[in-house]
Nanobody
Framework: EVQLVESGGGLVQPGGSLRLSCVAS????????MSWVRQAPGKGLEWVSN????????YYAESMERRFTISRDNAKNTLYLQMNNLKPDDTAVYYC???????WGQGTQVTVSS
């Protein structure tokens, strides 16, 4: 069974940082591109970032580039998203996903508020 389990969300003040993690199981993790996607309250899904199987190639939505860093540890089957200089507009549920299999995690809530 494919499973993606996110953690690391929470409440943070504007300008703060959080590091999200996503532990994968049930498939060969390093065979797949991994992604982060988010959904803000009352809005649709928004793609955040992708990382290729090796971790050498990363891609970001324009509004998140230079603030967010995606990475992966294939030995630990874990995907990360380091988020710095967070803004209230970053408030959302963050999901990790592997589109190649069509699997998503349950999401982790990130709230940016003073």
């Amino acid at each position: 069974e494919v499973q993606l389990v996110e953690s690391g969300g929470g409440l943070v003040q504007p300008g703060g940082s959080l590091r999200l993690s996503c532990v994968a199981s049930g498939f060969t993790f390093d065979d797949f591109v991994m992604s982060w996607v988010r959904q803000a309250p009352g809005k649709g899904l928004e793609w955040v970032s992708n990382i290729d199987w090796s971790g050498e190639n990363t891609y970001y939505a324009e509004s998140m580039e230079r603030r967010f860093t995606i990475s992966r540890d294939n030995a630990k089957n874990t995907l990360y998203l380091q988020m710095n200089n967070l803004k209230p507009d970053d408030t959302a549920v963050y999901y990790c996903a592997t589109f190649g299999i069509g699997s998503w995690g349950q999401g982790t809530q990130v709230t940016v508020s003073s």
